[in-house]
């Protein structure tokens, strides 16, 4: 293997980005841009497919490393991938192809620029995904705040500017602390690359202060309660595509960061503060899920509910079980189809209707009858249905908390009823009902293009609840090492303190 | 015998200044004429330096005057920016009707003062640089002389700056008292022991240098002047006499006052928690470009002090890559401003940024790349600025002075976004002008995309700069 496979899925986009960039826009060539950037997408997705076809899943280590000098003797370009990291790439490439379909009904102006936003926005997730460097994990996972912030500033709804700045003000401050930690780090162990941090370890005694450095930072983004505030101001004010991609992808490269580098790096400090982490988790779960029974907008409904679902992939990781970190692994890749699912189906009915408002809808089950079909899959996944991806994350985070601590799990599981109850509910009220809205008598039903998307997203939702075989076995070997050496690092410290 | 070849660059700016002075008395109209053969004089000025680059150490007068790999680099540094400085502004000149002869010969006669100061080794000489830049900015900075703003901050900036200078003499006088001698080589070894009388003398020339390179609670002058004065000399205020004093900060601290540490340490840390702070704070409420720039540049002269707490080299070179860094940006920002013209009439309030990005595309995406970069967001070059500053600084663990100097990043991201927010979110206004001149063209190209590729070799500037080693 001499094709430098994950460096091409990471510039390939920005090429593309460039490229529309440089053309020069004239009606003729506004259509052929968005082409181009469906090209790249699905090429890139494409790309993904292929590396993990070529990926062995029964080895721990990274696969396909590229390592190359960037400053020389300080930081190397360093990129992989294993078991825990390639599902994350292959959703991003995904979303993203699906996000630029989508494009055409919801983009009404400066498509161009929204596609180049998007490109750019796809190459910095994949980066965040396969850097197995401290500083370039940094830049890729700070440097996605700039098309983000554009792609809430420009395309957004009224409020959009106040939602721009919470978005980027609030990451922004949760990231500068990680800034100081990872210089930290390099000064303690006089390297960044994580898989020679791996092997020397940090020392104890300033792991808490790192580990909370860089918990600020995907706390902020994961987002876990009380810091999630700015989460449903960007939902609601991001056009239907920025939704998706928050929702979908930004949100797990926290999740990610807490598996790669919390419980990598600082298993110390991981045991030690698991407390808190129940702590906020619980609280994310049942306080955001009765917020979210309280909405009136559509919208923020799903952004409230995204954060019970985070609440949950929390809670799993930091059980350091083997069914807990599977499982949110899982929930993170169906919470990833489900919720950019829903929020594609609010943006179907918000762009015949212009309102987002449950009350303004009701019984559209008779003139939407296609429509009322996606939604209820999607619905079902989001409650955990089994049958659909969401029930199998779930079930394997709660499996793994009831082995850690019976309370919590008993807790936690009251946050599955109050999801059925604010999803169902929420159905209820859009779908069925009297049709007493004339206006809603002139909406159509799903067009080709939506049928296209939201099916392409409801047959893997589907798929993996019934089999969820393919994605266990992938991550299965390297959550497997993971907990291992975890155990080996906590043993270790126990027998150094006895 | 005194090798004059390691001068050649100082002799040939005094000859082609005096030779220029002449040409334009004696010749009509031939103020363009001088324009372009300043330019011309300043690349032959930039080869003369170059030339003498290979030099490690020498010193010259006594041991009055230093050449060695810092003064070349800063040298370097400020005639490839005056150069640049030059071929942005002349259509500003023509248009605002202060294209004189007189305004190329100031420039180059404040070049002159800067490199006596950058390569000083002496108090007296040090001084003597100090006010032929000083009295040359103060004609430049009331250059548009019918102009009330112009002339006001021309007097705001002379009165200010002779107070200054009147302690920054009181600091001298001290050191001679005590130590014996004005040469910085031989102060540094005269000086060991403690005494309080030194103290004092330290802090006052601390506060002269921090007059003249505006680092807060003496920062007072600069959002008026930069504001008043002729745009094209505000972006000459904005990066030349930084260089040189930044320089000269360097060279205080570890050359005359290197056994001093304990006693100044303290003084400067303080200098950059305050302006970084402030600075950020200050430029919420701004409405005019050049003021904002005004405080964003006291903000940003916070972060270079910051390199110059650690008393390690590799701080002193964070600080020297975060000055190159930020000249670049700012001659990208001021020559987007310079772009902000309509009907001969240039414009400099942040609303008349408003919708921007309809209308002119390309130069609000330069411009949105370097509020980025400015803000310090990666992957963008001011990223990388800041990101060795924090480096030096938090490998002497000290970690207060980290986070804050971070906290400001954040509180300073918001002004910037705004202005972002002004170009791309809000309804458009009418259009530019697109007739500008090529070396402004160029050198906003060069400069944006210097931020916006460094990150791919982000060791082009640590190559330059790991030979100076001061301690």
């Given at each position: 293997m001499n094709i430098p496979i994950l460096s091409s899925l990471i510039l390939l986009p920005t090429i593309g980005a460039f490229f529309i960039f440089f053309v020069k826009s004239n009606n003729k060539r506004y259509q052929s841009s968005k082409y181009v950037a469906l090209f790249i997408s699905l090429a890139n997705f494409l790309l993904s497919l292929y590396l993990w076809f070529i990926f062995?899943?029964?080895?721990?280590e990274f696969q396909f490393v590229e390592n190359r000098e960037w400053i020389?003797?300080?930081?190397n370009y360093k990129v992989g991938v294993d078991g825990i990291s390639i599902l994350f790439i292959i959703l991003t490439t995904f979303i993203t192809s699906l996000c630029i379909i989508s494009?055409?009904?919801?983009?009404?102006?400066r498509l161009k620029d929204f596609l180049v936003a998007i490109l750019l926005m796809e190459t910095l997730m994949i980066g965040v995904f396969c850097s197995l460097d401290l500083l370039v994990f940094y830049l890729f996972f700070e440097g996605g705040l700039i098309p983000m912030f554009l792609i809430i500033g420009i395309w957004?709804?009224?409020r959009r500017v106040y939602s721009a700045f919470k978005f980027f003000l609030y990451t922004l401050l949760g990231s500068v602390l990680m800034l100081v930690a990872i210089i930290s780090i390099y000064w303690m162990?006089?390297?960044?690359d994580v898989e020679k941090l791996y092997e020397i370890g940090i020392d104890t005694k300033y792991q808490n202060l790192l580990w909370l450095a860089f918990f600020t930072s995907f706390a902020v983004k994961t987002p876990m309660w009380p810091v999630h505030t700015w989460l449903p101001d960007a939902h609601v004010e991001a056009p239907t595509a920025g939704s998706v991609l928050l929702a979908a992808i930004i949100l797990k490269m926290a999740g990610y960061g807490f598996i790669r580098f919390s419980l990598g790096l600082f298993p110390v400090a991981s045991e030690y503060f698991i407390p808190l982490i129940y702590l906020l988790s619980l609280v994310a779960i049942i306080y955001t899920s009765l917020v979210a029974l309280m909405q009136e907008d559509m919208k923020k409904l799903i952004a409230y509910s995204s954060v019970a679902h985070m609440g949950f992939v929390t809670l799993g990781i930091f059980t350091m079980t083997q069914q807990g970190i599977e499982g949110s692994i899982f929930q993170m890749i169906s919470h990833g189809l489900v919720s950019a699912a829903l929020f594609l189906s609010v943006g179907v009915i918000y762009e015949r209707m212009h309102t987002r408002l449950i009350?303004?809808?009701?019984?559209i089950v008779s003139i939407m009858p296609k429509y009322a079909v996606v939604l209820m899959i999607f619905t079902l996944g989001a409650i955990g249905l089994?049958?659909?991806?969401g029930f199998i994350g779930e079930f394997l985070i709660l499996i793994g908390t009831f082995k850690k601590n019976f309370l919590v799990a008993t807790i936690a599981s009251l946050g599955v009823i109050l999801a059925a109850a604010y999803m169902l509910w929420l159905y209820k009220r859009v779908i069925?009902?009297?049709?007493?809205?004339?206006?809603?008598?002139k909406m159509v039903d799903l067009k080709k293009s939506e049928i296209f998307i939201l099916w392409s997203l409801a047959i893997p939702t589907l798929l993996f609840g019934f089999y969820p075989e393919p994605l266990i076995n992938t991550i299965e070997v390297s959550v497997t090492n993971l907990i291992d050496t975890y155990n080996l690092n906590i043993e270790i410290y126990l027998a150094k303190n006895n | 015998m005194i090798d004059l070849n390691l001068i050649s660059p100082e002799i040939f700016i005094s000859l082609s200044l005096m030779f220029l002075l002449i040409v334009g008395v004696y010749k009509k109209n031939s103020s363009n004429f001088i324009y372009n053969l300043t330019i011309l004089s300043l690349f032959v000025l930039l080869a003369l330096i170059l030339n003498l680059s290979h030099i490690e150490e020498a010193f010259i007068f006594d041991q009055s005057y230093k050449i060695d790999d810092l003064s070349t680099f800063m040298k370097i540094l400020t005639v490839i920016s005056a150069i640049f400085v030059m071929l942005t502004s002349s259509k500003y000149l023509k248009l605002t009707k202060i294209?004189?002869?007189e305004y190329p010969v100031l420039v180059l006669s404040s070049i002159l003062g800067m490199m006596v100061m950058i390569s000083s080794n002496d108090l007296i000489v040090f001084y003597m640089g100090l006010e032929l830049q000083s009295l040359s900015l103060y004609v430049l900075a009331s250059f548009?002389?019918?102009n009330l703003l112009s002339t006001e901050s021309g007097l705001k900036y002379f009165i200010l700056s002779a107070l200054s200078s009147g302690i920054l003499l009181y600091g001298f006088s001290l050191i001679y008292g005590f130590s014996?001698?004005?040469n910085f080589n031989e102060i540094s070894i005269n000086i060991s022991d403690f005494q309080y009388g030194l103290t004092f003398g330290i802090v006052f020339i601390l506060v002269g240098l921090a007059f003249k390179i505006s680092a807060?609670?003496?920062?007072?002058?600069a959002p008026d002047v930069y504001q008043g004065s002729p745009t094209s000399v505000t972006i000459f205020f904005a990066i030349l006499p930084k260089i040189a004093a930044l320089t000269v900060f360097i060279r205080f601290l570890y050359v005359p006052f290197v056994n001093m540490i304990d006693q100044w340490q303290m003084i400067v840390i303080f200098l950059s928690i305050a302006s970084m702070a402030f600075g950020a704070v200050a430029?919420?409420?701004?409405?005019?470009l050049k003021r904002l720039v005004a405080y964003s540049s006291i903000s940003h002269m916070g972060y270079a002090l910051a390199g110059l707490t650690t008393v390690t080299n590799e701080g002193i070179q964070s600080s020297i890559i975060y000055m190159s860094i930020y000249l670049v940006m700012n001659l990208a920002l001021f020559s987007c401003i310079f772009m902000m013209r309509r009907n001969e009439n240039y414009f400099e309030n942040i609303?008349?940024?408003?919708?921007l990005s309809k209308n002119h595309p390309i130069l609000s995406f330069a411009m949105l790349i370097i509020l980025f970069s400015l803000a310090g967001i990666?992957?963008?070059?001011g990223f990388f600025a800041k990101f060795y500053i924090f480096k030096a600084v938090i490998e002497q663990s000290m970690y207060f002075l980290a986070i804050v100097g971070l906290l400001s990043t954040v509180i300073a991201a918001f002004y910037y976004l705004r202005i972002i927010k002004i170009i791309y979110f809000d309804p458009e206004k009418e259009k530019y002008d697109t007739d500008h001149h090529i070396g402004l063209k160029i050198s906003l190209l060069l400069s944006t995309v210097f931020i916006l590729i460094y990150f791919i070799y982000p060791n082009s500037l640590i190559d330059l700069v790991s030979k100076i080693n001061i301690i």
């Open positions: 062995d899943n029964t080895v721990s020389p003797g300080f930081v494009v055409n009904s919801t983009i009404k102006n957004g709804g009224e162990t006089g390297t960044t009350s303004r809808y009701g019984g089994p049958g659909t991806s069925f009902g009297k049709l007493i809205n004339n206006d809603l008598k | 294209f004189k002869i548009n002389r019918d014996g001698s004005t807060v609670p003496f920062h007072m002058w430029a919420i409420g701004q409405k005019n609303d008349d940024l408003s919708g990666p992957p963008l070059a």
